[in-house]
């Protein structure tokens, strides 16, 4: 759940915020194939369980994408967006107020 929220952010906030302020577009759309990766695998774990053939390795890869996904944002991307136009501490405030709607959302769903 928490990564899916997480990806959500970044594809309907962060993205567009760093396209708007011109940070590298390549790596942004490594970013956005990298996420529909990482979300075509959880939504095949969500409908699995932990007996299923594959679950293991799904689980593996998935922990592998994220992985390298966060070295990159982190080594890459983050030092561009601190570099370029964006107003990082508006940003902040948008992500977090949408990452609290959709944890209620996902948290309505679960009850």
């Known amino acids: 759940m928490m ?12 993205y567009p915020a760093a396209r708007a302020a011109n940070v590298d577009s390549d790596l942004l759309d490594e970013a956005e194939v990298e996420h529909a990766s990482a ?12 007996d299923d053939e594959l679950y293991d ?17 982190e ?3 983050f030092p561009k967006c601190r570099r370029s136009a964006m ?3 508006a940003l ?14 996902e948290a309505e769903m679960a009850a």
């Open 57 to 73: 390795a799904k689980v593996k890869v998935l922990g592998e994408y994220i992985e390298h996904h966060v070295e990159e944002e």
């Open 87 to 89: 107003d990082l501490a």
């Open 39 to 50: 979300k075509d695998l959880i939504a095949q774990i969500r409908a699995m369980g932990p």
């Open 3 to 14: 990564l899916t929220v997480h990806a959500t952010c970044e594809e309907e906030l962060f």
């Open 75 to 77: 080594g890459e991307m």
């Open 92 to 105: 902040a405030e948008q992500l977090a107020a949408r990452k609290a709607e959709l944890m209620a959302d």
